[in-house]
């Protein structure tokens, strides 16, 4: 049998409930999502260093948050690949090395050359415009060697380059992006000489896509990767066989593999 209850503030509690349970989840959601987002920036900028030991605690204890965030972050963290779970709570950055680096640099070439063969038919002049305000804006940040700044439209001008592609690529690009900017930054490879040789590079590739060429533009963002892979490999003593990248980069766009010496 139903029994209506005729208390108000017992109806008034049991209406509420819901909508607090609402509050908590969304609470707990934003968090989580905060404490993620400023953990994986603090990896990809070199602030938590290769290779550093922290614990759930600490990491609790420095952001003022609490172990379910917290653990709940790390697990997306790992997902990714940038922490490994230690025992007793510990967590560790991963490493930064020649063969997880020749390895990122092979996928993202195998991803964004084909990406780019995609997008290079569809890309329009109000494309074309918003990759010259983006080249734009590197040399700029490149001229104040503000190398923090240059990340977000080098970022930004890797993924339109791939756009046509779908959101799931283009996701992809953008995460393999930042994977290697932070070998980038630790390896501190980029100089005002190579970054002219890069934004060389660039230009040649915008050129090549105005002009329809997806071949060319192909061949052309291949070789960028293989000049920019290779100076990490040699920053972090790799022999001078990678043979996964080479034998990547004839894959995609023969003939790139020229590039590497």
Request: net charge neutral.
């Amino acid at each position: 049998m139903w029994i209506h209850s005729t208390d108000p503030m017992q109806e008034l509690a049991c209406s509420a409930m819901p909508a607090a349970r609402n509050r908590v989840v969304s609470r707990d959601g934003q968090n989580v999502a905060n404490i993620h987002a400023r953990l994986r920036e603090a990896i990809l900028s070199g602030d938590m260093a290769a290779g550093e030991v922290t614990t759930q605690v600490a990491l609790g204890e420095s952001l003022g948050a609490g172990r379910t965030p917290i653990r709940e972050a790390l697990r997306l963290l790992q997902r990714e690949g940038l922490v490994i779970a230690e025992p007793n709570r510990r967590v560790r950055v991963a490493d930064l090395s020649a063969d997880d680096a020749e390895s990122l640099y092979v996928s993202r070439i195998a991803l964004e050359v084909a990406a780019l063969r995609i997008t290079v038919p569809a890309l329009r002049s109000p494309d074309f415009a918003e990759l010259e305000g983006l080249m734009a804006q590197m040399e700029h940040y490149m001229g104040e060697r503000d190398w923090r700044g240059l990340r977000a439209p080098h970022r930004a001008f890797h993924t339109k380059l791939g756009s046509a592609a779908g959101d799931r690529v283009v996701g992809l690009v953008a995460q393999g992006f930042d994977h290697a900017e932070r070998y980038r930054l630790a390896q501190s490879t980029l100089n005002t000489r190579e970054w002219a040789l890069r934004a060389e590079e660039h230009r040649g590739l915008v050129e090549a896509a105005k002009a329809g060429d997806a071949d060319l533009a192909a061949r052309r963002l291949a070789e960028h990767y293989g000049h920019t892979a290779q100076l990490i490999l040699a920053a972090l003593g790799a022999g001078a066989d990678l043979h996964r990248l080479r034998t990547t980069l004839a894959s995609v766009a023969p003939g790139s593999e020229s590039v590497l010496t």
